[in-house]
């Protein structure tokens, strides 16, 4: 098949399946619950690859059910309700791209489980009575079993309220005090974003009391987001803590199923053992994670500059802490997903430094070994625990540690590979070149697999994984599987993320492969390289970009560019572009307008230019506050380079955004219209930062590669 040929056939082919599969999630299960006898495993997943609404299913016995589909509960008498604003935000938070039961709760047996479904609280169990519904006080958000299944708690209306599973006695357990802006159960929009604390409230193991959250926004500042396409519509506002502004504040209560409610005694300031820098006593603004096991609530909390990390032990009958664990750092303390975890026997998981460089685990006062880096804490079966590390950066595996054990490794083959458990059962679900497996063993035994109903791309990624430069970076090259030797220069295409928290460089079939090498068919050489600041390659490497978010991470992607070029001489150096979202946009933009002389083009999606606009948690764990390093957000603001802009650039934007608000976008075109440089906006109207709608997501594609073939061929 000839070069013309090839792009001919996958031109609009990937981006509108892409599109219509978003980004090939639909039909793949996820969010595992396995009982705690290994018997029952319950999850979530759509019909087929291309079915948007999510169903409940149970895998029992080798054989997988169904325990509740939207469209077999749905009313037809039209009263059911819109989805409440606080679960689509929950969801935006979530990235969540599917509808339908897209969330779920379990009691601690896993015989009983909770789900909303548009605004409606409904109940199912697994001995295959159909979902019931239960009448409510209002609109339903995150509703979750008590341990024993007796109760159901829920959010309506901002307010903590528990009925029983057999639909009485409904009541509040929370109510707002009268103030507006205060919420019971609910995360706020840094404890969701930036944190990853979904949850706003937990359930005590005995089903007696809750921990609850309780959130007052009335000191954040508003923002007003708006379809300027449909201006009669009026605008949703969000409680937004931009840098350096007032976060909302969160405390913990002790509420009682019987009334009673007591404070949670937080410590307000780090206190002296707080590492010298250039803030002082900064307060614990962070409630960072809440959880409770069998001896108590435990939480841990973090200050505003992030350098220092408090776990603490909660009295459930007075609320008084007692510390557990104590980190500091002088860059930031990372928060790893999964700790801390408090095992039976009172040992504590948390995040350590085993040696060197490793950014490790402690299980019961003692680290994993160095050159494991751990990614996650999955949970853990008595005192063994479980948890994904990486010995090679492009490769995550699942492991478990009993306290005093060297750490034993569950997955082999190369990929990323992560596990739900309980009882005997472990669940895998592994993500590898060929494809994505979920698999279920007991006792170490492969008993059975639950099906991934997700299509296959229709281009099959065929990366090349290299090692560049002097740093060895991580970089997957995709080459036209038309072109052969003879055929000509390439013009080159950087497609990088390249930001914190996130690696694009691994040996899995993904959407970004997908997309990478339908790029590659229409004629480019794509290049995709994970450098300083992204995860797993140690605490130096992620720490490196503090204070300085663009130089070596654009260093990186050109010491790449030219390694590749001198090992594949069809690289044509002449005419390279940076595509990219996000901070990958925001990479794109600054590329043309630092390094003209090495990128000739980029388009910049969903790009945040002003990092003042950016929030507390994320923006000032790099850049410290403004008020104090006013000059690393100058440094790192891209308003003041418009002025030096010679290339083609693309803006593209979600004018529904309320992660990176369409303000970036509008704000740098201004400075460049004001600079008399000329560029492309892209307004994409109702998007938010997750572009879902199939003929925007298919066409943007498309006109990403019309503007960047134009502009390279000038």
């Known amino acids: 098949m000839t070069m013309n040929e090839t792009a001919g056939t996958n031109s609009a082919g990937l981006p509108l399946q892409s599109a219509r599969t978003r980004r090939f999630s639909l039909g793949v299960p996820r969010q595992f619950t396995v009982s705690p006898d290994g018997e029952r495993v319950l999850f979530i997943r759509t019909t087929g690859g291309t079915d948007p609404v999510s169903r409940l299913w149970l895998y029992e016995d080798g054989a997988e059910r169904m325990l509740a589909d939207p469209a077999a509960v749905r009313r037809d008498d039209g009263d059911g309700g819109a989805v409440p604003q606080e679960e689509l935000t929950r969801r935006e938070r979530a990235r969540e791209m599917s509808s339908g039961v897209v969330s779920y709760a379990t009691d601690a047996d896993v015989r ?21 519904r239960i009448a409510t006080a209002g609109q339903v958000v995150d509703p979750r079993p008590s341990p024993d299944g007796a109760l159901i ?17 409904d009541r509040s357990a929370a109510t707002p005090e009268q103030r507006e802006h205060v919420t019971y159960g609910l995360s706020d929009h840094v404890s969701a974003e930036s944190l990853g604390r979904q949850r706003g409230y937990w359930w005590s193991p005995s089903g007696d009391a809750l921990l609850v959250a309780r959130v007052d926004t009335s000191m954040v500042q508003r923002r007003y987001v708006s379809d300027p396409a449909d201006p009669e519509r009026p605008p949703r506002v969000i409680a937004y803590p931009a840098a350096g502004t ?7 209560h002790l509420v009682r199923v019987s009334g009673e409610r007591v404070a949670v005694r937080l410590p307000v300031a780090a206190g ?66 999964g700790t801390p975890l408090r095992l039976p026997s009172g040992a504590l998981v948390v995040p350590a430094q085993p040696g060197g460089d490793t950014q490790g685990l402690e299980i019961g006062g003692r680290t994993t070994p160095p050159g494991l880096e751990v ?14 590390a990486s010995e090679e950066p492009t490769e995550i595996h699942v492991w478990s540690c009993a306290p005093g054990d060297a750490p034993l490794r569950l997955t082999r083959v190369p990929g990323v590979h992560t596990a739900a458990v309980g009882g005997p059962t472990v669940v895998l679900d592994s993500r590898t070149p060929e494809g994505q497996t979920v698999t279920v063993l007991r006792d170490g035994v492969r008993v059975g697999r639950i099906a991934v109903l997700a299509e296959a791309p229709v281009v099959t990624p065929r990366p090349l994984a290299l090692k560049l430069g002097v740093r060895e970076l991580r970089s997957s090259l995709y080459l036209p599987s038309w072109h052969r030797p003879g055929d000509g220069p390439l013009p080159v295409l950087l497609s990088p993320y390249a930001g914190h928290g996130l690696q694009l460089v691994l040996p899995v079939r993904s959407w970004w492969a997908a997309t990478a090498q339908w790029f590659a068919e229409q004629g480019f050489a794509v290049l995709v390289t994970d450098g300083r600041g992204t995860p797993g390659r140690g605490e130096a490497w992620e720490k490196s970009v503090r204070g300085d978010r663009l130089t070596a991470v654009l260093e990186d992607q050109i010491d790449a560019l030219h390694a590749a070029a001198a090992r ?8 390279v572009a940076m595509r990219g979202w996000s901070f990958g946009g925001y990479l794109a933009a600054a590329a043309v307008l630092r390094h003209p002389e090495v990128f000739h083009a980029a388009v910049a999606g969903a790009a945040p230019t002003d990092r003042r606009l950016y929030d507390t948690h994320w923006e000032e764990r790099f850049l410290g506050h403004p008020d104090v390093e006013p000059e690393t957000y100058e440094r790192n603001s891209l308003l003041s380079e418009a002025h030096r802009l010679t290339r083609p650039l693309m803006l593209v934007h979600g004018c529904a955004d309320d992660n990176v608000a369409v303000a970036h976008m ?10 008399g440089r000329p560029h492309t906006v892209l307004p994409l109207s109702g998007t938010s930062h997750l572009v879902t709608q199939e003929e925007t997501a298919s066409n943007l594609l498309l006109l990403e590669q019309d503007f960047v073939k134009k502009s390279l061929s000038r």
């Open 112 to 132: 009983i489980a909770s789900f909303a479904l548009r605004g409606e609280l409904w109940v199912v169990r697994t001995d295959g009575t159909p979902p019931r």
């Open 153 to 169: 708690a829920y959010v309506c209306g901002g307010a903590l309220r528990l009925v029983r599973s057999d639909g009485t006695d």
């Open 246 to 252: 007032a976060n909302a504040e969160v405390s913990l």
């Open 272 to 337: 002296p053992d707080h590492p010298g820098g250039t803030w002082t006593d900064p307060a614990f603004e962070y409630v960072a994670t809440a959880d409770w096991d069998m001896r108590g609530p435990v939480v841990s909390v973090q200050t505003r500059d992030q350098r220092s990390v408090h776990v603490m032990a909660v009295d459930p009958a007075t609320g008084e802490t007692l510390p557990l664990h104590r980190a500091h750092d002088r860059a930031w303390v990372a928060l790893r997903t």
């Open 375 to 388: 990614r996650e804490v999955l949970g853990a079966i008595g005192e063994r625990v479980f948890f994904t």
């Open 568 to 575: 594949y001489p069809q690289l044509d150096l002449g005419r």
């Open 666 to 675: 509008l704000r740098f075109s201004t400075a460049l219209l004001a600079a």
